[in-house]
């Protein structure tokens, strides 16, 4: 089945630029989503890309995606406290209907 | 405008008993998912509706796990039976038809004890 595999901890200064990665196995997918979620917070969606596009850019969010190595990657600029969070990267498979989820990466922003 | 809501947001439950959550989607998106998700972990699909019609349910564990949604607009996901590994976090989510993004409810958290 389809998977989707995330480092589990990023630990960054304020200020500094954060980059999280993930991989994924389908190589059908369709979109490919960053969600964030805070403590006691539900999922919220930060940003998604389209499969034939490489690079969304929006406000301190970049996203990359190198579809020959099914790698996907999200980099936060001048990284804030606020901005720690559990990074989930999303993979929508060849449609919308079900998304398949990494196991989130922690990003730790130290002041 | 309001988002996702579920109930109720934090259930305690003893072996056994049957639960039923609640979940009301953004008023006028079509598509409904549910989610579970263990801690630690990513959520992981149940199932979803089209309007009031289930298009999958691949993702619930066993028959003790049922939806419905029935006017096409809340759904509820029951557990019959409980079991201690059933906790979890249980995730809806909806879209508006042919868009692409899943919005998400704050969830439920379910003890069994």
């Known amino acids: 089945g389809e998977d989707v595999e995330q480092s589990l901890f990023l630990s960054v200064r304020e200020g500094d630029s954060s980059v999280i990665n993930c991989t994924y196995t389908d190589s059908s997918s369709t979109y490919l989503y960053w969600y964030k979620q805070e403590p006691g917070a539900g999922l919220q969606l930060l940003t998604y890309i389209f499969s034939n596009m490489d690079m969304k850019q929006d406000q301190r969010l970049t996203v990359l995606l190198n579809k020959k190595d099914k790698h996907l990657s999200l980099r936060i600029a001048d990284t804030q406290t606020g901005d720690s969070a559990i990074y989930f990267c999303?993979?929508?498979?060849?449609?919308?209907?079900?998304?398949?989820f990494g196991k989130g990466t922690m990003l730790l922003v130290s002041p | 405008g309001a988002g996702v809501s579920q109930s109720p947001r934090y259930k305690v439950t003893k072996r056994g008993q049957d639960v039923a959550l609640r979940c009301d989607p953004i008023s006028g998106h079509v598509s409904l998912y549910w989610y579970r998700q263990a801690l630690g972990q990513g959520p992981e699909f149940l199932t979803y509706f089209n309007y009031e019609a289930q298009q999958d349910k691949s993702g619930l564990p066993n028959d003790r796990f049922s939806a419905e949604r029935p006017e096409g607009s809340i759904s509820t996901l029951t557990i019959q039976r409980t079991e201690q590994r059933d906790s979890a976090m249980y995730r809806c989510?909806?879209?508006?038809?042919?868009?692409?993004?899943?919005?998400f409810g704050p969830g439920t958290r379910l003890l069994v004890l």
């Open positions: 999303a993979d929508s498979g060849t449609g919308y209907s079900t998304l398949t």
């Open positions: 989510a909806s879209s508006s038809q042919g868009l692409e993004t899943q919005y």
